[in-house]
C-alpha cells in the first residue's frame, strides 16, 4: 500500500522522473521510508526532494493513519529529456 502511495505521488510531482527503488520498513511507531528516485533534468535537486519528502509524508499520514518515522531519498540518478528533432 506504501508504494502505491509513493508512485501516485511520484506521478504527480514534475521534478520527480521514476522511483527506482523502495523500501519501507515498518515498526510499531510507524513505517521507515527508503526512496531512490531519479529527478528530471533543470529542477533544483534538495528544494524538489525536500518538497516530495514532505507530500509523500503527509499522504501516508492521511491515509493510513500511522506516523511516518522517517523518510530517507536518495537522488540515483538525473534523465535529460531528449529533444526531438524538427
Known amino acids: ?4 502511495i509513493i508512485q501516485y505521488m511520484a506521478d504527480k510531482a514534475p521534478a520527480i522522473y521514476k522511483i527506482a527503488k523502495t523500501r519501507v520498513d515498518k515498526d510499531s511507531d510507524g513505517p521507515y521510508i527508503y526512496l531512490e528516485v531519479i529527478i528530471c533534468y533543470g529542477y533544483n535537486l534538495i528544494t ?3 518538497e516530495f519528502k514532505q507530500k509523500v509524508k503527509k499522504e501516508i499520514e492521511q491515509l493510513t493513519a500511522m506516523n511516518v518515522q522517517k523518510i530517507d531519498v536518495v537522488i540515483k540518478g538525473i ?3 531528449v529533444k526531438k528533432e524538427e
Not at 500500500?1 to 502505491?4: G, K, N, V
Open 1 to 4: 500500500m506504501f508504494r502505491q
Open 48 to 50: 524538489s526532494v525536500q
Open 79 to 81: 534523465e535529460v529529456p
